[in-house]
């Protein structure tokens, strides 16, 4: 049987941190930090959004799709009820999400936006002290604004 990770402080502090630091890397568009935060290979499932069936994609991928479809837009990503459980020696992350987007003309336009409200489930593993995201499943609530701002939507 394996082992089972305690939710120590120092556990919390870290795997918080790297949620943070991940959701920063996508408004600074920080493309090597995003692929820092990551396994070589990642298990991403988007299709609630993207309309994309779930795979395992190389971390390098991952990082050029969100700059392609993110790069132009002025974005705001944010998590919110926060939850943690041990699963083995990862832990699994759920939460809510608030993912602000802007247009490049977002101060004078009205529909210059497009937001997206949600739940994010991630799995996380530590090498040696650092914490990488190994898995990440998007579950959309609901889009409020222009799809055609986000060049990534499927639906």
């Known amino acids: 049987m394996a082992k089972k990770m305690a ?5 919390r502090s870290g795997v918080l941190e790297l949620l943070f630091r991940f959701m920063r890397t996508f408004d600074e568009k920080d493309w090597a930090g995003m692929k820092a935060c990551l396994t070589k290979m990642v298990y991403c499932n988007y299709s609630s959004f993207r309309g994309e069936p779930p795979a395992m994609i190389a971390r390098e991928k991952y990082s050029a799709k969100r700059q392609a479809s ?3 837009l002025i974005t705001q990503h944010n998590l919110s ?3 943690m459980a041990p699963k083995g020696e990862s832990i699994e992350v759920k939460c809510n999400y608030a993912i602000l987007r802007f247009g490049p003309d977002s101060k004078s336009a009205k529909e210059d936006h497009f937001h997206s409200y949600g739940r994010y489930q991630f799995l996380l593993v530590r090498k040696g002290s650092i914490w990488h995201i190994s898995s990440i499943t998007q579950h959309l609530l609901r889009n ?3 799809p055609k701002l986000h060049i990534g939507v499927g639906k």
Do not use: F, P, Y
Request: aromatic share 0%.
């Open 7 to 11: 939710l120590t402080t120092e556990v």
């Open 70 to 72: 993110l790069s132009a």
């Open 81 to 83: 009820n926060i939850t």
């Open 144 to 146: 409020d604004g222009n």
